[in-house]
């Protein structure tokens, strides 16, 4: 199947540093990617929409100028972690749709101290 | 809106054993249904899916049948083993909607002992 490479799988930040997660199709252009966010325990919470070439579509509750993303070609996508809080601490999963099936990256555990 | 809600885990089973993972859904209209599979340290994986009532996924061994009447979608597998420890997620995606993305159960735990 096709495969989705998101980097980097772990990352441990300072307070108040931004943070870049980047999420690449390795093997097909993906329009649209997906970018969710999963507390421990709980399911994978859809954060927002990347689209190619324009601005990404964000769900209710998510700030847009706290996780910036930018899908600038059709195989890259990336998710900013602004101005990162202990509570920003998460884990970030990407995901890209080729035709009907959804493809996952490896995610990103994100500890910000 | 959409909810998925999974059996909690964490499951642990020796090898060999029975294996069944609960997932309900609601949703309007005729989602597909899914689950997913992540290996430590991997990304999710798709392992089955179903996309109208009454019909079964199946994949290496592991099943789950699209009940509109119970609205479940049970993951079950009559034989694990130990290569079969992950997290299992049930996840489903709507029929309407211009993104149509995914909608994910909380996932479960799953590990066997040989």
């Known amino acids: 199947g096709a495969v989705v490479s998101q980097h980097p799988s772990r990352v441990i930040c300072k307070s108040g540093t931004s943070v870049k997660i980047e999420c690449r199709s390795l093997?097909?252009?993906?329009?649209?990617m997906f970018w969710y966010r999963q507390f421990p325990k709980q399911s994978l919470m859809l954060m927002a929409t990347?689209?190619?070439?324009?601005?990404?579509?964000?769900e209710q509750g998510v700030e847009k100028d706290k996780f910036l993303i930018n899908h600038a070609s059709l195989t890259l996508s990336t998710l900013t972690v602004t101005s990162a809080h202990p509570e920003d601490s998460s884990f970030y999963i990407c995901?890209?749709?080729?035709?009907?099936?959804?493809?996952f990256g490896q995610g990103t555990r994100l500890t910000v101290v | 809106g959409n909810s998925v809600t999974q059996m909690e885990g964490p499951v642990t089973l020796s090898e060999e054993a029975f294996l069944t993972i609960n997932c309900t859904y609601t949703?309007?209209?005729?989602?597909?249904l899914f689950w997913y599979v992540q290996y430590p340290g991997e990304g999710l994986q798709l392992l089955l899916k179903?996309?109208?009532?009454?019909d079964k996924g199946s994949n290496k061994g592991f099943e789950a049948t699209y009940r509109k009447e119970t609205t479940s979608f049970h993951l079950e597998k009559g034989s694990v083993q130990v290569s079969d420890s992950a997290v299992y997620f049930c996840?489903?995606?709507?029929?309407?909607?211009?993104?149509?993305?995914?909608?994910f159960g909380s996932g479960t735990q799953l590990t066997v002992l040989p």
């Open positions: 179903a996309t109208k009532a009454d």
């Open positions: 996840a489903l995606r709507s029929s309407s909607g211009s993104a149509r993305q995914l909608t």
């Open positions: 093997d097909f252009q993906a329009t649209t």
């Open positions: 995901s890209a749709r080729e035709s009907t099936e959804a493809f």
């Open positions: 949703a309007t209209g005729y989602p597909s």
């Open positions: 990347s689209n190619e070439g324009s601005k990404a579509t964000y």
